[in-house]
Nanobody
Framework: QVQLVESGGGLVQAGGSLRLSCAAS????????MGWYRQAPGKQRELVAT???????NYADSVKGRFAISRDNAKNTVYLQMNSLKPEDTAVYLC???????????WGQGTQVTVSS
């Protein structure tokens, strides 16, 4: 099981940028596919982006070209660079780790991102 702690959320104006970080501990970081999800009030949790240990990425259509996920395996940390933010990006952003051998998923507590218009 992986322990995940997110940071970097906050309030930003539309068009601005934020960088989220997720620090992982308790497991071998490289055996996990890391991802960011988000959940807005009254809506289902949705995938934002994922990244494998080898650096292959996947993005939701709504964030392609604006967000970039990356990971530093030496620091056991995954990042989400968010640019050109829109009010509809407002949500709690949650870090996720999926073990590629067991498929077990771990979740962080989440960090709030609020984009004002």
């Amino acid at each position: 099981q992986v322990q995940l702690v997110e940071s970097g959320g906050g309030l930003v104006q539309a068009g601005g940028s934020l960088r989220l970080s997720c620090a992982a501990s308790g497991s071998i970081f490289s055996r996990n596919v890391m991802g960011w999800y988000r959940q807005a009030p009254g809506k289902q949790r949705e995938l934002v982006a994922t990244i494998t240990s080898g650096g292959s990425t996947n993005y939701a259509d709504s964030v392609k070209g604006r967000f970039a996920i990356s990971r530093d395996n030496a620091k056991n940390t995954v990042y989400l660079q968010m640019n050109s933010l829109k009010p509809e990006d407002t949500a709690v952003y949650l870090c996720n780790a999926r073990d590629v051998y067991t498929s077990f998923r771990s979740w962080g507590q989440g960090t709030q991102v609020t984009v004002s218009s």
